[in-house]
């Protein structure tokens, strides 16, 4: 059976995961399953809330990361990841994300980013550490628990410049 997707061995990246079919904007391309709890954030882990991390089963651990994803995530009604395409994706395209849409905090990548897209922020980095623009161009494609950390880091922030007055 086709789910339009498949797994290839790629030059750059060793193998990663390709459309068999197009898919529009907004159309849900890979439906996530989580296959069991982690106790901590590392390279394979998804995180699913503000202090839950999960491993993905099925195909979804091999999309690859670019800084310039052609798909966004959104979690589904069991709390995994589905990847929801953000750009027009043609038959034979890489499925991509950006993994600051799933983490808000990526300390394991210490090598340089090998996306290879215009928009390259030079390494793989989480939430909180992407520019603001970049977090409004994800608007809706990002797991929402990342907005709401971020909103707490904001308000705790405030809270101490004014205790500090």
């Not at 390279?43 to 991390?53: G, K, L, N, P, Y």
């Not at 994800?138 to 007055?165: K, M, N, S, W």
């Amino acid at each position: 059976m086709d789910n339009g997707f498949e797994l290839r061995r790629t030059h750059e990246k060793g193998e990663g995961v390709f459309a068999t079919r197009p898919f529009r904007i907004g159309e849900t391309v890979m439906v996530g399953a989580i296959d069991r709890e982690l106790d901590r954030n590392h390279s394979h882990a998804s995180q699913v809330s503000a202090e839950r991390f999960v491993l993905h089963g099925g195909l979804v651990p091999k999309v690859n990361h670019s800084c310039e994803p052609k798909c966004g995530i959104r979690l589904n009604s069991n709390g995994a990841h589905d990847y929801v395409a953000r750009a027009p994706i043609a038959a034979g395209e890489e499925i991509t994300f950006d993994y600051a849409m799933r983490n808000y905090s990526v300390d394991y990548f210490a090598a340089r980013c090998r996306c290879g897209s215009r928009h390259c922020r030079g390494r793989i980095t989480g939430w909180r550490d992407l520019p603001a623009g970049r977090k409004a161009d994800y608007d809706g494609f990002v797991a929402p628990y990342l907005i709401e950390i971020d909103d707490q880091a904001h308000t705790a922030l405030a809270a101490r410049r004014d205790h500090r007055r």
